[in-house]
């Protein structure tokens, strides 16, 4: 017996299923699995999968989850590290004996009845080096669709593993969908996720948040790169060059738009290399490079439109062998197609809300579930980069940090320099959003878009990032940006989506050393001049308003920051500190 065989059997030996399914990541199985979801397994009383008109959306599925089971719950979302310091203030933290004898009790016989699927993936290039081989257990048929969409799933991930131990280990069941019994468990020295009660994504689907993120943060501590919930993607201009950057945003703050953006302006134009997580190495050439260790997208449906983000519908109506998933929308009954808030065209006559029942758009509730989601393959992308399966990843010359900001933040700043820069990212700040179960719309501070994903004490994470540029003899500029700013209604100023490759180009004029820029307490801001903005609609007032820095604001800010800083006490590295002082006193 092989050491994967034998811990899927002591897994089983818990969880106690009736079948135990060994996934090949074929198209024919994939095809099995759905009609499982179809017509024998059920959640909340609902079978898995529903088809949908595959005319319109080919090889697509409706999935409605349990009700209570919408969004990443932080709150029950556990770092086990043998000492609390190690995870630190960032994270819920519980002893991993403590932890285990917890998940030990609530796991025995939680699979009675159904069918434990073992998934062997990969996350990476499977000839990458950076790659990681791993095996989840789940027992429902969603999530094993979800992953073959997700990662590389391959049975040859049997064969690389063989005889070693230390491949990466999941294991997942729904449960009873109880809240009360719900816990995402990290054991980053074990590389084990153990997660109970929840079927949705960032809970569910380990090889995304909580392998690729929360554990890989920490082996990037011990190895020497990064982990980051960013976006990667490469920028043409009209001569033809592609300059690949990557930008980490808070959950739904526009990551999956940004990476597949449609550009407004002659020549330019957007590769896709990845939408939510990459992962980032010291080239021996002294630049960063980055991979993306996904193969699909898990993006937010409401507002997604050929208008907002047309290379994403073109991405779910493409259709081939990958299932697309469409999980909590609307149902347009007539068309039998999937339906959200900001989708093209009138309000379907008749609409199924996202929980099954006859909507009616006079009471003023969502149809589709705010968090509601699609789930499609990156190989249905019209603009994947021709680099996205490149084993080495692409070269890094931008990494942009960014957030939801209705006040304060300019619409883009530039670092310093590195030891600047990592400032710059540690005191982002967003207002939350539907993604994580929370109020939404409060300004929380959220470093570097990683405080739910950072597997570790923030500080050291910090410390880790300050030492990355050390070693980088050609580090990436670093820019912050936020298309969120409103006006005195409340309106949006920055028009967005199609319209951020303005902001982009100044990017890449600043790389290229095209432009000058206005040095000021929090970074470097354009000058009005050099920032394209032909065409649009915005008032000087108001786009002086894009790049103005409120000082009494930012004191404010820096009060909040400081408070934040604070909990994590003398670990805190000095050089934040240092930046973080300059700063107050040009304020
Ligand atoms: P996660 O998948 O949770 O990590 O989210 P994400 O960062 O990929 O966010 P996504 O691109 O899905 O966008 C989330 C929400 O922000 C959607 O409702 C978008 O329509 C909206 N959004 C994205 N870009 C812009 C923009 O430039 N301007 C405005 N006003 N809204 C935007
Ligand atoms: C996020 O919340 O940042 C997501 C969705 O990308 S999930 O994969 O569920 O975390
Ligand atoms: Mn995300």
Not at 8 to 37: F, H, M, N
Not at 271 to 285: E, F, S, Y
Not at 378 to 387: A, M
Not at 470 to 483: A, D, E, G, H, Q
Request: aromatic share 10%; net charge neutral.
């Amino acid at each position: 017996m092989t050491p994967l065989e034998r811990w899927v059997e002591e897994q089983a030996k818990l969880t106690k299923p009736d079948k135990i399914y060994w996934c090949d990541g074929s198209e024919e199985e994939a095809r099995r699995l759905i009609e499982i979801g179809i017509n024998e397994e059920k959640i909340a009383g609902n079978p898995v999968f529903y088809e949908l008109n595959h005319k319109a959306f080919p090889n697509s599925y409706l999935h409605r989850s349990h009700p209570t089971d919408v969004a990443r719950t932080e709150q029950v979302t556990f770092i086990c590290h043998p000492g609390k310091e190690t995870a630190g203030p960032n994270n819920n933290w519980m002893a991993p004996e403590e932890a285990k004898e917890k998940m030990r009790r609530l796991s025995d016989g939680c699979m009675r009845g159904r069918t434990m699927y073992v998934l062997p993936y990969m996350m990476g290039h499977p000839e990458s080096p950076y790659a990681k081989a791993c095996v989840q257990l789940t027992d429902v048929s969603y999530v094993a669709i979800s992953m073959r969409i997700m990662t590389r799933m391959t049975k040859d991930v049997v064969a690389k593993i063989a005889d070693r131990g230390d491949f990466v280990k999941g294991l997942h069941s729904v449960g009873d969908f109880d809240p009360n019994k719900r816990f995402i468990m990290h054991f980053p020295d074990e590389h084990f996720v153990w997660s109970i009660g929840s079927g949705y994504g960032g809970n569910a689907l380990l090889g995304k948040k909580c392998f690729s993120l929360r554990i890989a943060s920490w082996l990037g501590l011990k190895e020497g790169w990064l982990a980051e919930h960013m976006v990667i993607m490469g920028i043409e201009d009209p001569k033809g060059n592609v300059t690949y950057v990557t930008a980490a945003l808070p959950s739904a703050c526009g990551k999956t738009n940004l990476a597949m953006l449609e550009s407004s302006l002659p020549g330019y134009r957007v590769w896709t290399v990845g939408d939510d997580i990459a992962w980032l190495h010291i080239g021996p050439d002294g630049r960063l490079w980055a991979i993306n260790p996904e193969t699909g997208f898990f993006g937010v449906a409401p507002k997604t439109s050929m208008h907002t983000n047309p290379n994403m519908m073109r991405t779910l109506k493409k259709g081939t062998f990958y299932p697309t998933l469409f999980t909590n929308t609307a149902l347009d009954v007539d068309k039998n197609e999937p339906w959200w808030e900001g989708m093209d065209g009138d309000v379907p006559q008749n609409i199924v809300d996202w929980l099954g029942n006859p909507w009616d758009s006079s009471l003023g509730t969502k149809a589709a579930h705010p968090n509601s989601r699609f789930t499609a393959s990156i190989y249905q992308c019209p603009t994947l980069s021709p680099e996205f399966d490149n084993p080495k990843g692409v070269p890094i010359s931008a990494v942009i940090f960014g957030g939801k900001r209705m006040h304060l933040k300019p619409l883009v700043v530039e670092g310093l320099n590195w030891q600047n820069s990592v400032f710059l990212g540690s005191r982002m700040g967003s207002e939350t959003t539907a993604a994580a179960v929370h109020a939404e719309g409060v300004v929380r501070r959220d470093p570097m878009a990683m405080l739910p994903f950072c597997g570790y004490n923030m500080a050291d994470y910090f410390r880790h990032w300050l030492e990355i540029g050390k070693r980088l003899s050609k580090p990436p500029k670093v820019f912050s940006i936020n298309w969120f700013r409103t006006d005195d209604r409340g309106n949006y100023i920055w028009p967005g989506f199609r319209e951020n490759i303005r902001v982009l180009k100044w990017i890449v004029d600043r790389i290229n050393n095209n432009v000058g820029a206005k040095e000021t307490a929090i970074g470097y801001v354009p000058h009005l001049k050099d920032l394209n903005v032909d065409g649009l609609n915005i008032s000087k007032k108001n786009l002086e308003k894009l790049l103005a820095i409120d000082r009494e604001g930012w004191k404010r800010e820096a009060d909040d920051i400081e408070e934040f800083y604070k909990k994590f006490g003398s670990r805190m590295p000095k050089e934040i500190w240092d930046e973080f002082n300059k700063m107050k006193e040009k304020l």
